[in-house]
């Protein structure tokens, strides 16, 4: 039951698998997580508190704990197990690109991240050579709403303009007419 590094295949069983605890445990989705934990070589603690959180979220799935994913028991099949590598971006696109290479010849089956529009575009056109899907959590430019230029990008985020036009839409249904930082 040896596990290469460079795959997520058991080589006993040649089947999708990861180890835990010494053994292989069927995995039914791989996701590769980037979290800009560093930035210009300078820590961002603040960001810890994603790789926390999502490390308790793949625990509660795997573990059928509906307490923090109250859907997962209901929308999962039984027996269901989520694999996740969280590694850090750097919030440097080259970083990023080099992790999803990594992760697409490892089969993973989804590309989570990046926080940063500067780091997407990039990670998107090269998932989307496998066809392999990108979710971004933080990326909001204008250009990345192109599908034909990057198919395989979904965002949980709206993009710059619609945001900037929800926010003046609110600011006008509040009675201002002028705003200011101070």
Known sequence: EAMSASTLRCEACAQGTAKEGGHCVRVDASVGVLVPLH???????QHLSI?????MAVHHINTRDSSLVPDAVLLLPAGFKLDVDIQDSFA???AAVKRAVEWVEQGRDVVI??????VTGPLALVA???NTPVIS???TASTLSDRATYPTLSRTIAQD????ASLVRFIDAMGSQ???PT
């Open 39 to 45: 930035s210009e070589a300078q820590p961002r603690p």
């Open 51 to 55: 790789v926390a959180a999502a490390a």
């Open 92 to 94: 440097q696109p080259v």
């Open 113 to 118: 991240g990046s926080w940063l529009s500067a």
């Open 128 to 130: 989307s050579l496998s």
């Open 137 to 139: 959590w933080g990326s």
């Open 161 to 164: 303009a619609l945001l900037v």
């Open 178 to 180: 002028w705003t200011s």
